[in-house]
């Protein structure tokens, strides 16, 4: 357990279909991140939250949509996917924004995501 | 343009000594972190290093050398716990984390 938890665990859906993951930390902090993890790739930065304002969004397809309510939850809104998109999605966050120290990173357990 | 290089799989025997290493090219340097990853689970943090040297916790270790942009994971008395893929990431002037694909690591009794 690290403090992130991730709803769902695992999405099934379809080019068509509407969805949203959502994710939740429990360790006070002010920085919340998506990536995109792909098989043997990079893990992808595709956006950055502090403070509830968004302050990255490196250059996502628009049918990825971002919502930060409040600085416990970050949320992932999905439509008209593709099945390139198909991927695990993971939440993290720190403490603050990353800086000229240490402030690593914690991560939720991932959103499964099929796109069929 | 910025880089991690790790390699892809290692394999190394329970109880034995294992070094993954990863070179990085980034613009400007802010540090370096490893993550440890089972499958089907989160990243989790194993280690940062900024200034060069080794800094030892525990069975882990990481090194660093900042003038040949390079790293190492140092894990000694392997367990299959240990069984994972170890994730280098370098943080560039701008503060930006630089991932590398991962280097999956199989221990075999």
């Known amino acids: 357990e690290t403090g992130v938890t991730q709803t769902p665990r695992h999405l099934v859906m379809g080019m068509t279909n509407k969805k949203s993951l959502k994710c939740e930390q429990h360790?006070?902090?002010?920085?919340m991140y998506w990536y995109k993890q792909s098989a043997k790739k990079p893990l992808e930065l595709m956006f950055v939250y502090s403070l509830e304002e968004r302050v990255e969004n490196n250059s996502v397809p628009s049918r990825f949509s971002p919502e930060c309510p409040n600085s416990s939850h970050l949320f992932l809104h999905l439509h008209t996917l593709q099945p390139e998109d198909s991927a695990l999605y993971l939440c993290?966050?720190?403490?603050?924004?990353?800086?000229?120290?240490?402030?690593?990173?914690?991560f939720g357990p991932g959103t499964r995501l099929t796109v069929l | 343009g910025q880089n991690i290089d790790q390699p892809t799989e290692m394999t190394a025997t329970e109880g034995a000594i294992v070094q993954i290493n990863c070179t990085y090219q980034?613009?400007?340097?802010?540090?370096l972190f490893w993550y440890q990853q089972h499958a089907g689970e989160a990243p989790t943090f194993l280690s940062y290093n900024v200034l060069d040297g080794l800094e030892e916790k525990g069975r882990f270790s990481s090194f660093l050398s900042r003038s040949k942009g390079y790293s190492y994971l140092l894990l000694k008395e392997l367990q299959m716990k240990d069984s994972a893929s170890y994730l280098c990431?370098?943080?560039?002037?701008?503060?930006?984390?630089?991932w590398g694909a991962g280097t999956k690591l199989i221990i075999k009794p």
């Open positions: 360790l006070g902090h002010n920085a």
């Open positions: 990431a370098a943080m560039d002037s701008n503060y930006q984390l630089i």
């Open positions: 980034t613009s400007g340097f802010n540090g």
């Open positions: 993290a966050s720190s403490q603050d924004l990353p800086s000229g120290r240490m402030n690593e990173q914690f």
